[in-house]
């Protein structure tokens, strides 16, 4: 495995340990807000807040990883009825799509992040937050969503495994 690989592969990996890790912050953020509410006090504004980031967060950065994995949703009816030669022509024509809509949104993300950073924009709900460390996520994510994508065009393996229904 080459250097730019493994590096790839550790940057998706540790992306979706860090979405993993947001996701037991929401747990408990949730949690902390109901339990304070049921006490009768006020939940801090910063916990509300934090989770609403987390959600941004957890759906941006473990996205690459469910890409990889085929964890993502796709339908499986279509290419199940194909022949093995049309349903990888198809799967591969998916899979392009897949890349052309990512990077458009990558783009868009880049444009975005660099607004932000121009303008100096924060957010300012429960306390200044940098409006730039929520738009990153965009274009690193759909990037390397981009990438991963392209593995099933021109990698051996395939999106779609041509067996329609539930498979685990």
């Known amino acids: 495995m080459s250097l730019p690989s493994k590096a790839l592969s550790f940057l998706v990996n540790f992306s979706a340990v860090t979405a993993g890790a947001t996701l037991v912050w929401l ?15 006020q939940p801090f504004a910063w916990l509300f807040t934090s989770a609403e980031y987390g959600l941004l967060y957890m759906t941006m950065l473990g996205s690459p990883w469910l890409v990889r994995e085929k964890g993502h949703v796709h339908i499986e009816l279509v290419t199940a009825a194909l022949p093995d030669k049309a349903r990888r022509i198809v799967s591969r024509i998916v899979a392009i799509a897949c890349v052309s809509v990512c990077v458009i949104l990558a783009w ?10 121009d303008r100096g924009d924060y957010d300012t709900r429960a306390y200044y937050y940098p409006r730039w460390m929520l738009t990153i996520a965009f274009p690193v994510s759909f990037g390397l969503m981009a ?8 990698g051996s393996d395939l999106m779609h495994s041509g067996e329609a229904g539930i498979h685990e």
């Open 27 to 41: 747990m408990v953020s949730v949690i902390t807000s109901v339990l304070m509410r049921n006490a009768g006090l």
């Open 108 to 117: 868009k993300g880049v444009e975005l992040f660099l607004k932000n950073i």
């Open 147 to 154: 990438i991963e994508f392209s593995r099933f065009i021109f």
